[in-house]
Structures are given as structure tokens and as C-alpha cells.
């Protein structure tokens, strides 16, 4: 038996894993989907990238939790990278949903082609929040009309401060035991269909798998049996 904390990207909440928790669960492991602050039932509490970080150490201290398989998509794989290495002989594994990983020093949105100039300009438009995306942005996603209905429908703005302020790393996120889950639509041209340089460069570690799947960015929605499955295989590496 394995403990799985699930944490869900920009905008999410504990709400977004309830698919994908039922298998969790039926195959006899611990399962605590968590919501980061600030978001979703914890709209309105003040957080900063630290913040995030300390949520999930927290939550993994508070259940005294052992054998943790931290899970992180999108965004919150810079919250997660930086905790697993936290919560150091608890960790069991640390699994990548199609997300960002953290590099110490840089924040979120320092990857992005303008160096995050637009989401901090959209940020400091929206009281300190970055804003809700309107339903066509996950249009292509693999997702069906329902499924991008409770996407908005959950989705809460996102502290900003979180995607802003810069990750901390002890050591090199390489040793971590991980899996990479790189979620690539049929179709999709050759250079959305690898990992990118920094993913690729961890990837070359003997600690670090990459598994692939078929679907868009929210597998949660539209393929949550098949994570649970991929998320289940990585909990017995």
C-alpha cells in the first residue's frame, strides 16, 4: 500500500482528482487529493509559492503519511518538485501530470517564450489573480462538452504570486525517483509529441521514466481510468 496526494493545476482544487480517486481506492491504497491555498475551498487564503509548497508538506506531516506518491499536474508540478524532496524518507515516488517541473530560481511562468511578461500583466489587471480561461481553451483538449463544463464551472482565479515568485531546491531534482506523464493528442506535430528540454535533460537520469498518453492536458476529465492505472503501475517502481 502506497500513499497517493494528488494536486491539481492552475485554477484547480481536490475536486478536480474525483474521477481518478474510485481506482485509487479500489486497489487498496491511501488516496488525499488536496487543495492548494487560495483555490477552490480555499478561495480567499493568501498564498505565494512557498505557500504551495508548505500546503503539501503539511498535509503529508498532518496524516503522517509513509510511502507517499506525491502527484502533481500542470502548474503544481513546481509545488510538488519542491516538496518531494521535503518530505525526504517519506517519499515513495513523485509523478509529473503533464507538467512543469521546478527549477531552482525560476518561477511558473520564467519558461514561457516572453518570460512571463503577459500572465504577470493579466495578473496585475485581476487584483493579484491570474483569471479564469474561458471555456474555448480547452477546446482539442480530448474533452466532451460536459467534461469542459465542470472544468469552468470549478476552476477558481489563481494567486499569482504563486506562478511568479521562483522555486527552491535543495538538490538536484534528477534523484528523485519520478515519473513523467506526458499527455500528447493523436495527431499532435512531431515537437508536441516529445518532452521539452528541461523534462528531457531529468529523463536522462536512471531515476526518471516517461510514460506517454494519448489524450490532452486534463486526463483527469477526459482519461481517468487509464492515469489511475499509469499512476498505480509507477506506485510499484
Known sequence: MVNFVLVAGARLGAWAW?????????????????????????RGVPAGQATHVQDIVAEVERQGL????????????????????RIGDRLARVVFVDSSVP????????????????VEASIAENGGFWPLAPAAHYDGEGLTDEQIARLVRGSTPHPGATLTEPAVLSGPLGELPATYILCVM?????????????????LNSKRWRLVKMDTGHWPMFSQPRELAQILLDAAVE
Open 66 to 85: 509513509r510511502d507517499v506518491v506525491l502527484v502533481g499536474h500542470s502548474y503544481s508540478g513546481i509545488p510538488v518538485g519542491q516538496a518531494a524532496e
Open 103 to 118: 527549477t531552482d530560481g525560476e518561477s511558473f511562468v520564467s519558461a514561457w517564450p516572453d518570460g512571463g511578461e503577459a
Open 18 to 42: 474525483g474521477e481518478v480517486v474510485p481506482f485509487l481506492r479500489a486497489a487498496g491504497h491511501g488516496v488525499y487529493p488536496l487543495t492548494l491555498s487560495g483555490l477552490a475551498d480555499k
Open 186 to 202: 493523436p495527431g499532435a506535430e512531431p515537437d508536441d509529441a516529445e518532452p521539452d528540454e528541461d523534462v528531457a535533460e531529468l
